[in-house]
């Protein structure tokens, strides 16, 4: 079936320098995008989302890159802080349903 | 303004008995999804309801899985005869709308002994 899948499961990300997570999908129907952030024993929380009339976006500290030439999504997350541990998880939404498909998630690991 | 409120955090239940899950929405939200994620996977959709409508149950198991968002009170998913495959953490998200951003409650972590 279509899913969503991510390139890498663990990113080591020194304090301070910028984080970029990956994220690929396969159905080109899909037109809606969401990055959720994953901490240990907690529920997902929702960090940004970006429909597919747009390319980028931009929220506090993290930015959503959207191509949909070859499927592709990122999450970038400018300094990360010590508090950016978790699993991020892409998840998109296609245009005849309203169920979220998930990706496997990447483990964000800051070295301090 | 109170999260998606979920209880019980955690139960243990053995096999062969029900497990009951229950799941509120942030208020003004009338739409709650239940997923399930297994350890290092992410989340796999299991229903959406609507106030007393199933609108998609596809991802749920036909046996032993139900489900129901009743007029008043919480989404209730209802795992009977449990078994250990059915060990997971249940999360319920709710949103205003079928295609806003929906809000994740903290799970419910279901062991089955």
């Given at each position: 079936g279509e899913s969503v899948g991510l390139h890498l499961p663990t990113l080591s990300v020194q304090e301070g320098d910028n984080s970029i997570i990956n994220c690929a999908y396969?159905?080109?129907?899909?037109?809606y995008f969401i990055w959720y952030k994953q901490e240990s024993g907690k529920g997902p929380q929702f960090i940004i989302d970006i429909r597919s009339n747009m390319d980028k976006r931009q929220g506090q500290r993290v930015t959503v890159l959207l191509n949909k030439t070859v499927k592709h999504l990122s999450l970038q997350i400018a300094?990360?802080?010590?508090?950016?541990?978790a699993v991020y998880f892409c998840a998109e939404k296609g245009d005849s349903n309203y169920q979220l498909i998930w990706g496997a998630g990447t483990k964000l690991i800051i070295k301090p | 303004n109170a999260g998606v409120m979920q209880n019980p955090r955690h139960l243990v239940r053995r096999r062969g008995q029900e497990a009951r899950l229950r799941c509120s929405p942030m208020k003004g939200h009338s739409h709650v999804y239940w997923y399930r994620q297994l350890p290092e996977e992410g989340l796999k959709f299991m229903v959406y309801l609507q106030k007393e409508n199933?609108?998609?149950?596809?991802?749920?198991?036909?046996?032993?899985f139900s489900a129901e968002f009743p007029k008043e009170g919480p989404s209730i998913l209802r795992i009977q005869q449990?078994?250990?495959?059915?060990?997971a953490a249940y999360f319920c998200a709710s949103s205003a709308g079928a295609r806003t951003e929906a809000f994740f409650g903290q799970g419910t972590r279901l062991t089955v002994v």
């Open positions: 396969s159905n080109s129907a899909s037109d300094a990360t802080q010590p508090g950016d541990s | 199933i609108i998609d149950e596809s991802g749920m198991p036909k046996e032993r449990v078994v250990r495959g059915d060990s």
